[in-house]
């Protein structure tokens, strides 16, 4: 299917769903359901029109072109023309990429220290509060669900969950090993040592989203502990939950309430069983693909962060900045996530064209 079909489609459904919603009889469902599409295609329609409108205005700016009293005036529209219709057609394609239906989602993030012991862990707990600072400059909310700390503050594992508008769709690519070349504080001797951590980013899922029975979990309960395995609470309020047909195990203690506990473990469940299904699902696909912005596999070294050099290096783009504070501070995250997410736009588009 070409190019101007596609707009055809568009333009038909979009008739079509206004002429249903005019005529009436739907159930309350139905309606919301065609509203939501109907409100969707608007913007599509709207650039579609502008472009076809634009075709036409240069069509008849050079045919202008050949009277001589009007071609001084029909060139500077024709070139004018020819420069912006370029850019309002790449709009309307990326209008039209399949939308991936987790984009608009909440997120869950997860870190964890990798190889390289303590200095993992610090790094870990480094890119979590990048992650916590990047949020609250764009105006997200960051809630922390789960920090196991290590004794001098570095973070075996966190969990945080990120509100916002279309969280996932901008964080979806920071999944994979994040890896650091540095000089531990831990060492005297000034040698770089190189480390890693991991970082998932989940869609957040809803109940809608996951059915999960009873009967597929077990739920135990325990006294939670601190760093060091000192006491934190004298109650059973830990909360450890097994998915029993996948095997995905949730622990959660940051809460003194059994209940809060396990309502966290859960959101923090689904969202890896959706996650999981999604993975499953887009593998095939993935597979086909001429190219992709990584593969999406938590083991892929994703990007380095090089201390001494003062870089950040994303390999799946090969893009490196030497302003690896402004990462580190969450205000030059926007730079990469960018660059990445027009590598996946130019992707999708090159496998329609």
Do not use: C
Request: hydrophobic share 40%; no cysteine; proline share 3%.
């Amino acid at each position: 299917m070409d190019l101007e079909e596609k707009f055809d489609r568009v333009l038909s459904r979009h008739d079509e769903l206004r002429a249903l919603l005019t005529e009436g009889g739907q159930d309350a469902q139905a309606i919301s359901r065609m509203s939501k599409e109907l409100s969707d295609l608007g913007p599509v329609v709207e650039a579609i029109m502008a472009l076809r409108q634009g075709r036409r205005e240069m069509d008849e700016a050079q045919a202008m072109r050949e009277d001589p009293e009007l071609r001084d005036l029909a060139e500077a529209e024709y070139y004018a023309l020819k420069d912006r219709l370029p850019a309002l057609e790449r709009e309307v394609q990326l209008m039209l990429l399949p939308k991936d239906e987790a984009d608009e989602k909440n997120a869950i993030l997860e870190v964890r220290a990798g190889t390289g012991g303590e200095e993992a862990a610090l790094f870990a707990a480094e890119l979590f509060r990048m992650y916590e600072r990047h949020a609250a400059l764009r105006g997200w909310r960051f809630e922390v669900m789960e920090v196991n700390e290590t004794g001098i503050g570095g973070f075996k594992e966190a969990v945080a969950g990120i509100v916002g508008r279309g969280v996932f769709a901008r964080l979806k690519f920071e999944s994979g090993v994040h890896r650091v070349q540095r000089v531990p504080v831990t060492e005297g001797g000034g040698r770089i040592h190189t480390s890693a951590a991991t970082v998932a980013v989940l869609p957040e899922a809803e109940e809608v989203d996951v059915q999960i029975e009873e009967k597929d979990i077990r739920i135990d309960v325990f006294r939670s502990s601190g760093p060091g395995g000192q006491s934190v609470n004298t109650t059973d309020s830990a909360v450890r939950i097994t998915h029993l047909p996948t095997g995905i195990v949730v622990s959660q203690q940051d809460e003194k309430s059994q209940h809060k506990n396990k309502a966290k473990a859960m959101k923090i469940l689904r969202s890896r069983i959706y996650d999981r299904e999604r993975e499953l699902r887009d593998a095939e696909r993935a597979a086909s693909r001429k190219s992709q912005v990584g593969s999406g596999d938590r083991s892929e070294r994703i990007r380095t962060y090089n201390f001494p050099q003062g870089r950040v290096t994303d390999h799946r783009i090969n893009l490196t900045l030497y302003k690896i504070d402004k990462v580190m501070t969450g205000e030059a995250l926007d730079e990469i996530i960018d660059a990445l997410i027009a590598e996946d736009q130019a992707a999708r588009l090159a496998e329609i064209e």
